[in-house]
């Protein structure tokens, strides 16, 4: 079980590494880079100098699309190539509403981090208060 501390659940973090979006979507980074591979005008992760990949909030939102694509829909890789690169509205607003799901996603897991920030102080304050 991931705990709700991990950075790929860090909504103040603006980059994430390939490992902590695999993490975060469920993927393996090996597929990660195959989708990069496979989608080259969609998913265009930025590259640090020693190469390594760094996603923002847009690619990870490319990210959560192609596995909606994949997964969800159950399109191939090509069926999927070809609805990313088509301009169809419903594309767009799909993106849209995934993008405000995982604006949704990010501040749900702040507060229950606040909450679980919370109880442990709690439960701090009660073994200090009634001893052990």
């Given at each position: 079980?991931?705990?709700l501390s991990d950075p790929a659940l860090n909504p103040e973090k603006k980059y994430l590494s390939i490992g902590e979006?695999?993490?975060?979507?469920?993927?393996?980074?090996?597929?990660?880079?195959?989708?990069?591979?496979?989608?080259?005008?969609?998913?265009?992760?930025?590259?640090?100098?020693?190469?390594?990949?760094?996603?923002?909030?847009?690619?990870?939102?490319?990210?959560?699309?192609?596995?909606?694509?994949?997964?969800?829909?159950?399109?191939?890789?090509?069926?999927?190539?070809?609805?990313?690169?088509?301009?169809?509205?419903?594309?767009?607003?799909?993106?849209?509403?995934?993008?405000?799901?995982?604006?949704?996603?990010?501040?749900?897991?702040?507060?229950?981090?606040?909450?679980?920030?919370?109880?442990?102080?709690?439960?701090?304050?009660?073994?200090?208060?009634?001893?052990?």
């Open positions: 079980m991931r705990k979006v695999a993490e975060k979507f469920g993927v393996s980074i090996e597929v990660l880079r195959k989708w990069e591979k496979d989608f080259p005008k969609v998913l265009k992760p930025m590259r640090t100098k020693g190469e390594s990949r760094l996603y923002d909030k847009k690619q990870q939102e490319k990210v959560a699309l192609i596995l909606h694509l994949l997964r969800e829909e159950g399109l191939s890789i090509e069926g999927a190539k070809k609805k990313l690169l088509t301009k169809q509205s419903d594309l767009e607003v799909q993106q849209e509403v995934i993008s405000k799901l995982m604006d949704i996603r990010e501040k749900l897991m702040s507060i229950v981090n606040e909450f679980e920030e919370l109880e442990n102080s709690r439960s701090q304050n009660n073994i200090y208060k009634y001893g052990r």
